[in-house]
């Protein structure tokens, strides 16, 4: 039962042009989104999150767009470096044990930046 | 500061032997978990300490595995008559108070033969 989901597992970019990565969630009590990017033998780097009483976060080249009612986010990079190649991770966070939260991770998109 | 270390970064062992891994965190924070991550998939929980105490398991933490944070700073966790399925990179993270982010650690690689 994967309660976030990352359908494409793969995405080319022209460098200068924009990225657009996705994801879907099905869980209504996940209220806070984070997206993470990877390299190779390396841990999760925090790039930016939104809350879901926003539809809307911009921080420099990223921006997390959120659709409660279609319970979908999109990270978009603009412009695309090739330095931004990497794993990018959708993941939902929601409320357990007082006030700790879990994080829920999308199996990944593994963007290329092309020069 | 949101560091955090891991020792070692990367394990290769034998089935059937036990392993221990440590995450440091540079400062303090109350909150700390630990992630597995398998090839091609995102990190799945598994467990969560809020200083000392281990408040939350997943199903995936097996009686095999055990944690610990004895004093509410550094962690370790314990995989013991290890399988090939336990083959992995083992994250851990923290959370700041009040900052509803957690930050990711290195990671530790196991490689099960």
């Known amino acids: 039962d994967q309660q976030v989901k990352q359908n494409s597992p793969s995405l080319s970019v022209q460098e200068g042009r924009i990225s657009i990565l996705n994801c879907d969630y099905t869980?209504?009590?996940?209220?806070?989104f984070l997206w993470y990017k990877k390299y190779p033998a390396e841990g999760p780097t925090f790039l930016i999150s939104i809350s879901s009483i926003k539809d809307k976060n911009e921080d420099g080249r990223f921006t997390v767009f959120l659709n409660k009612s279609a319970k979908h986010l999109s990270l978009h990079i603009v412009p695309s470096q090739p330095g931004d190649s990497a794993v990018y991770f959708c993941a939902a966070s929601a409320l357990f044990s007082g006030s700790a939260r879990q994080l829920t991770f999308g199996s990944g998109t593994q963007l290329t930046v092309l020069p | 500061d949101t560091g955090v270390s891991q020792d070692p970064r990367h394990k290769i062992t034998k089935r059937g032997q036990n392993v221990t891994f440590r995450c440091d965190p540079i400062?303090?924070?109350?909150?700390l978990y630990w992630y597995r991550q398998t090839l091609g998939q995102g990190p799945e929980f598994l467990t969560y300490?809020?200083?000392?105490?281990?408040?939350?398991k997943s199903r995936l933490l097996s009686d095999r595995f055990s944690a610990e944070r004895p004093k509410g700073s550094f962690s370790t966790l314990e995989i013991q008559r290890t399988e090939q399925g336990d083959s992995a990179m083992y994250l851990c993270?923290?959370?700041?108070?009040?900052?509803?982010?957690?930050?990711f650690g290195p990671g530790t690689r196991l490689l099960v033969l």
């Open positions: 869980n209504s009590m996940f209220d806070y």
């Open positions: 300490f809020q200083n000392e105490a281990q408040l939350e």
């Open positions: 993270a923290v959370e700041p108070g009040g900052w509803e982010t957690q930050y």
């Open positions: 400062s303090e924070h109350n909150r």
